[in-house]
Nanobody
């Protein structure tokens, strides 16, 4: 059974940091890309960052570039998102998801999603 479980969300002041984790199970981890997405209330879901577990390639949305860092530990089947210099506009529910065949940064195609973890950044 494929499962993705996020953790690490919480309340933080602007300028602070959080580290999110995505624990994956039920599939061969290094055969897929794993992406982080977020959705704020009343807004559409947007891609935040992505990593290819096979070759380690990473991608970032312009809005988080230089502040967020994605990484993976293949032995633990876990992907992390280190978020620094957080801004109120980063407030959202953050989801991790698995990319299936043909998925790319420009055309993300995700087949399994976690339930999300809430990040709230206060002013």
């Amino acid at each position: 059974e494929v499962q993705l479980v996020e953790s690490g969300g919480g309340l933080v002041q602007a300028g602070g940091s959080l580290r999110l984790s995505c624990a994956a199970s039920g599939f061969t981890f290094d055969d897929y890309a794993i992406g982080w997405f977020r959705q704020a209330p009343g807004k559409e879901r947007e891609g935040v960052s992505c990593i290819s577990s096979s070759d380690g390639s990473t991608y970032y949305a312009d809005s988080v570039k230089g502040r967020f860092t994605i990484s993976s530990d293949n032995a633990k089947n876990t992907v992390y998102l280190q978020m620094n210099s957080l801004k109120p506009e980063d407030t959202a529910v953050y989801y991790c998801a698995r990319g299936f065949r043909g998925s790319s940064w420009l055309h993300p195609l995700m087949d399994y999603w976690g339930k999300g973890t809430l990040v709230t950044v206060s002013s």
